[in-house]
């Protein structure tokens, strides 16, 4: 039976390619560098994980480059031409401004194909945060739901999907524009390992420090917890890595000892967001009763 509708990630989004053929999804490919070397495929195509991250480990710079108008222009005519609906899932608004792109650029396509359906929504997250809400796409497109619909679904449930993140070196985010450089000294002093929060805007906030690599990962854990209501279950955790499965495995290992989760998944994160973390990135999503703004008053000091 054919889709009711396209569905198209940008390579922020990490997510396996078995998952992405299985499902007929669409990638618009995040063009990243590696010291000189431009890589427009996004994903792993051309470069292996193990070699990104060394290099970065070795003092390798790497940059990204947001999605341009034009860009969405190409993508979007060609939906608009065969008059078919679509729904893309963009990076974060608060990390870049792909998705600002993207309505620049549906703007100009409605002056062509004013009643074009095609439905940018600003994920306000990126790596595993961004495959959670794909997956929710994904199951309401299989329950019949239209494009339209599955937007404003997402655009409700998406402020109820909460993601953390432990990192080795808070300097790979201050280099990128994604946290202030005072953050990032503070964070790096040795053994201590920061604990940051994606915010209700898709911004991340440092929140707090611990000490080692182990109590990082069970702070992790401590986070979920105290979002659930006494014996709880959790349908899915979400788990992705810069190259260092183990702590992936073990953080998944250190939730299911106390909480009751019905499914994990571990995803490697991509270049495109690894180009800001760096290696030994851990990031923990799970959907919540609560709202990040409702997480935030309850459980953050301001």
């Known amino acids: 039976m054919k889709n009711s509708f396209s569905i198209v990630v940008d390579t922020s989004c990490d997510v396996s390619q078995e998952y992405l053929k299985a499902n007929d999804i669409k990638v618009m490919p995040i063009t990243f560098m590696l010291g000189d070397v431009e890589h427009e495929m996004g994903y792993w195509q ?9 290099a970065l480990g070795d003092g390798a710079i790497a940059k990204t480059a947001q999605i341009n108008p034009d860009a969405f222009v190409a993508s979007f005519s060609e939906y608009a031409s065969k008059d078919e609906d679509v729904l893309y899932l963009v990076l974060s608004s608060g990390l870049s401004a792909t998705f600002q792109s993207s309505q620049i ?78 953050s990032a000294i503070g964070g790096s002093i ?35 917890k105290q979002s659930l209501a006494p014996n709880a279950t959790v349908d899915t955790i979400y788990i992705s890595h810069s190259n260092c499965e183990d702590d992936a495995l073990k953080l998944a290992d250190i939730v ?37 703004e409702q997480y935030n008053n309850t459980f953050f000091v301001k």
Not at 197 to 221: F, M, N, Q, W, Y
Not at 276 to 292: I, M, N
């Open 46 to 54: 051309n470069i292996t994980a193990e070699d990104f991250y060394n």
């Open 105 to 182: 650029a549906l703007a100009e396509i409605k002056e062509t194909y004013p009643n074009c359906n095609i439905y940018p929504v600003d994920g306000i997250g990126a790596t595993i945060l961004n495959t959670a809400l794909l997956e929710m796409i994904v199951d309401k497109r299989a329950e019949g739901l239209s494009a339209a619909e599955t937007a404003e679904y997402i655009d409700k449930i998406k402020h109820h999907v909460l993601g953390f993140v432990t990192v080795d070196d808070l300097m790979y985010l201050h280099r990128g524009g994604r946290l202030s450089k005072l």
């Open 190 to 224: 040795i053994g201590i390992k920061p604990i940051i929060c994606i915010e209700p805007d898709g911004t991340l906030a440092l929140k707090s420090k611990v000490r080692g690599r182990e109590a990082a990962l069970r702070h992790l854990a401590t986070l979920l």
């Open 256 to 292: 299911k000892a106390d909480v009751n989760v019905n499914r994990v998944v571990i995803q490697m994160l991509g270049p495109v967001i690894g180009a800001h973390v760096g290696p030994g990135a851990v990031v923990l999503v799970f959907e919540s009763d609560l709202t990040r």
